[in-house]
T-cell receptor, first 113, second 113 residues
Framework: KQEVTQIPAALSVPEGENLVLNCSFTDSAIYNLQWFRQDPGKGLTSLLLIQSSQREQTSGRLNASLDKSSGRSTLYIAASQPGDSATYLCAVYSGGSNYKLTFGKGTLLTVNP | EAEVAQSPRYKITEKSQAVAFWCDPISGHATLYWYRQILGQGPELLVQFQDESVVDDSQLPKDRFSAERLKGVDSTLKIQPAELGDSAMYLC???????????FGPGTRLTVL
């Protein structure tokens, strides 16, 4: 059974700092890995999707990397802003005959002005 | 921009009562997902539809939960009877056939007293 772990569970940084969120997964036979953002009491917004054959994806100040063989991914946020405060969730698409997303518990990010 | 619609946004009920949640996916999206997210956890897939057919309901507690998508468009998730442990956010998502990006609705926050 696929398990996804995110470290740290919570992170507080001053505005302008660069930061890294970590994600690990137990079964490397994944189809892709996705990073989502969730604001309090809201649904999820897709940030980045990395196919299993890719090493990284970039969108604006966000860069996600994937090392499938070691079961790890990182989300790098450059020049953090208070508006980046949210929970960031990592999810892997895997499952053999019927792929589904397995989520981690998320990292709660607070960016202080 | 098209969005996934869910209603109600909030529901408070007493245990043993019946509750129902509604989801309207983005127009043209053939795949629809229902997730349950317990506070502090990542979402967990309850049921996946492809058009009107159930693709995966392996994590759906079938003794009390039911889901339908009669015309392959909108969907209803029902719980009868509700239990205290059902308190959670219920998220609906949709995707185009053959694509991996899921678009999430705002969710329904259920509180069972």
């Amino acid at each position: 059974k696929q398990e996804v772990t995110q470290i740290p569970a919570a992170l507080s940084v001053p505005e302008g700092e660069n930061l890294v969120l970590n994600c690990s997964f137990t079964d490397s036979a994944i189809y892709n890995l996705q990073w989502f953002r969730q604001d309090p009491g809201k649904g999820l917004t897709s940030l980045l999707l990395i196919q299993s054959s890719q090493r990284e994806q970039t969108s604006g100040r966000l860069n996600a990397s994937l090392d499938k063989s070691s079961g790890r991914s990182t989300l790098y946020i450059a020049a953090s802003q208070p508006g980046d405060s949210a929970t960031y969730l990592c999810a892997v698409y895997s499952g053999g005959s019927n792929y589904k997303l397995t989520f981690g518990k998320g990292t709660l990010l607070t960016v202080n002005p | 921009e098209a969005e996934v619609a869910q209603s109600p946004r909030y529901k408070i009920t007493e245990k043993s009562q019946a509750v129902a949640f509604w989801c309207d996916p983005i127009s043209g999206h053939a795949t629809l997902y229902w997730y349950r997210q317990i506070l502090g956890q990542g979402p967990e897939l309850l049921v996946q539809f492809q058009d009107e057919s159930v693709v995966d309901d392996s994590q759906l507690p079938k003794d009390r939960f039911s889901a339908e998508r009669l015309k392959g468009v909108d969907s209803t998730l029902k719980i009868q009877p509700a239990e205290l442990g059902d308190s959670a956010m219920y998220l609906c998502a949709s995707s185009s056939y053959g694509t991996d990006t899921q678009y999430f609705g705002p969710g329904t926050r259920l509180t069972v007293l």
